[in-house]
């Protein structure tokens, strides 16, 4: 793999000339317009036009394994952390970082949240998923086991004996959970 | 989910493995036994050796702070005095500094009045390994060496050590607990060393060390095991100020000077800073004054304990190690758990004198869940006892 980012046009120029925009669409059909910075956050966009040299402005991307409302969610993450970056170049101010992806993670459903880990996997943002997994994680945490079943559509495949010797085993586990 | 007739159970439905994994890979420590009663397979792996190497690879195991703790004597609030009338008994605590959780584990059926006095704690690869201390009714020194392996959850019995030994010091390195020092039944200072092979459920005797040190303390520096001060059997309590040094790669101890205040006593009470050199944890933040101990929990975060004056509550505070000495560390306040403050938690009291004369202890650990050892200047597990002193 180069790592010639991007080849020789764009990074050193673009932030004088009008902002870049690369074309990306969606499973259903939808073609958004990212600006570069932000599409390049994207791993598998990045490749893309790092590989091949034939590509142009024009050039629509396709990615059919991520859906409008996913690409929504990951686009509004990784602008909000561009504009991080542009703000403060050396250091994220990691206080915002955390309220935004607070209130982030705040608005997105279970089922919302495992789409977008899918998507992140494939657009291969490593950061986003990284992060997304771990809200995942604590979604289920202090849960009931119940819960964390419900929550994954995990199948419960215990025999009721041994459950009820894991009950008894980690008793304590089963108690002080938070409300459902 | 049309297909019911599924032959291979994701980890997560929907989710390819890889990312299945990357989610149970980062649940904390504390909603492991929650997860473990979700299913067959996230048990399996839960329990498997491999998750805690994978856990550990991607560096989402932590250290978890594991305290001796008095567990008797009611909710009183912990002002020591209580306890050292009636007789408290001695439990495990461990504190998890990420999702601040308080926790205690069960302890083996061998010891039915709780902790021996001055046992050791050593966190190693993933378990907690108590050893040695002394039978909390007759006083006796006792040799059990009991393993708490943190993936399951449950504790196994070690071989018991090859000698009786007290107030020695330990460390652990890779699979390996490594103890010296001490004193034996007759109160006679020890230059002795042994190691503890965890896999082999083995003990091999180290070669001697250039002095006795009697209440020495332990700390494990990169790639060396450090036996901090200690005295020698005709100058009891005068503690020096060397350290006997091994080499876990040569096998071989070196004598290193100066580098403990000499007459301070060490258990409990020294601390790796990030140039790696030693330290004591009193004075360390000038608010946290009496009985100060305390362990480091990696990236270079600290757990410690002490009170703010003679006399005043134990508290419980976590902070940044700060590498410019004059900063020292910045520590914050935090909550107990319910029944983790009560019960005197602290086990010693703020009046250090009264208690000078009596059996008076508390142990602390990394018990690790984790033993993540980065950076090269961390300080192993440590435990013991704290600023005691014995008879």
Not at chain 1, 125 to 150: C, H, M, P, Q
Not at chain 2, 118 to 136: I, R, S, T, Y
Not at chain 2, 302 to 322: I, L, R
């Amino acid at each position: 793999m180069s790592s010639s980012i991007a080849s020789s046009s764009s990074s050193s120029s673009s932030s004088s000339k009008k902002e870049k925009k690369i074309s990306l669409k969606t499973s259903d059909g939808e073609v958004f317009e990212v600006e570069e910075p932000v599409a390049m956050q994207l791993e598998i966009v990045r490749s893309f036009f790092a590989d091949n040299e034939d590509v142009t402005e024009q050039t629509v991307m396709p990615l059919p394994n991520v859906s409008t409302a996913a690409m929504h969610g990951i686009l509004e993450y990784c602008r909000a952390h561009e504009e991080f970056r542009r703000r403060m170049p050396e250091a994220a101010p990691e206080e915002e970082v955390r309220a935004f992806e607070a209130g982030y993670v705040d608005r997105k459903s279970n089922e919302e949240l495992k789409e977008m880990i899918l998507a992140a996997n494939y657009l291969n943002i490593s950061k986003l998923l990284d992060f997304l997994t771990g809200v995942a994680a604590k979604r289920i945490e202090n849960k009931s086991v119940e819960y964390v079943r419900a929550f994954f559509g995990v199948e419960n495949d215990f025999t009721p004996e041994e459950e009820a010797n894991l009950r008894r085993e980690y008793e304590w586990a089963f108690e002080g959970v938070d409300e459902d | 989910m049309e297909n019911r007739s599924v032959e291979f159970t994701e980890l997560i439905p929907r989710l390819p493995e890889e990312l299945g994994l990357e989610c149970l890979t980062r649940l904390p420590y504390a909603a492991h036994r929650v997860a473990s009663g979700v299913c067959r397979r996230w048990r399996d792996l839960i329990r498997s050796r491999d998750f805690y190497y994978h856990r550990k690879q991607f560096r989402y195991t932590r250290k978890v702070a594991c305290l001796v703790q008095a567990v008797s004597g009611g909710s009183k609030e912990s002002d020591g005095r209580k306890l050292v009338c009636g007789s408290p008994s001695y439990g495990l605590t461990v504190f998890d500094p990420v999702g601040g959780v308080w926790d205690r584990i069960d302890l083996v059926d061998e010891y039915p009045n709780g902790l021996p006095l001055f046992c050791q704690l050593a966190g190693c690869e993933g378990k907690l390994v108590v050893m040695g201390g002394w039978d909390p009714v007759s006083y006796d020194p006792v040799t059990g060496v009991f393993v708490f392996d943190f993936a399951l959850g449950r504790w196994t019995r070690g071989k018991d050590m090859p000698a009786k030994m007290s107030f020695f010091a330990v460390g652990s390195y890779a699979d390996r607990v490594y103890v010296a020092g001490g004193h034996d039944e007759n109160k006679n200072a020890l230059r002795t060393g042994w190691v503890y092979d965890l896999t082999q459920d083995d003990w091999t005797e180290l070669p001697r060390m250039s002095r006795e040190r009697d209440e020495c303390e332990g700390a494990v520096i990169g790639e060396e095991f450090w036996v901090v001060s200690g005295y020698g059997t005709d100058n009891q309590g005068s503690f020096d100020g060397s350290a006997d040094v091994y080499n876990f790669i040569s096998g071989q101890w070196r004598r290193v000077e100066r580098v403990w205040e000499p007459g301070r006593c060490p258990r409990s009470n020294v601390v790796v800073d990030r140039d790696g050199k030693l330290t004591s944890w009193s004075g360390l933040d000038p608010s946290v004054k009496v009985g100060t101990c305390g362990l480091t929990l990696g990236d270079g975060r600290v757990f410690v304990t002490g009170s703010e004056y003679q006399g005043a509550p134990n508290g419980f505070y976590v902070g940044e190690m700060v590498i410019k000495e004059d900063e020292k560390v910045k520590l914050d306040k935090i909550q107990v758990g319910d029944g983790f403050s009560g019960n005197g938690v602290v086990v010693r009291s703020g009046d250090e004198q009264q208690h000078r004369s009596r059996r008076w202890w508390r142990g602390i650990g990394v018990g690790e869940e984790d033993t993540e050892r980065d950076g090269g200047a961390e300080l192993g597990p440590t435990s013991g006892l704290l600023g005691g002193t014995q008879g």
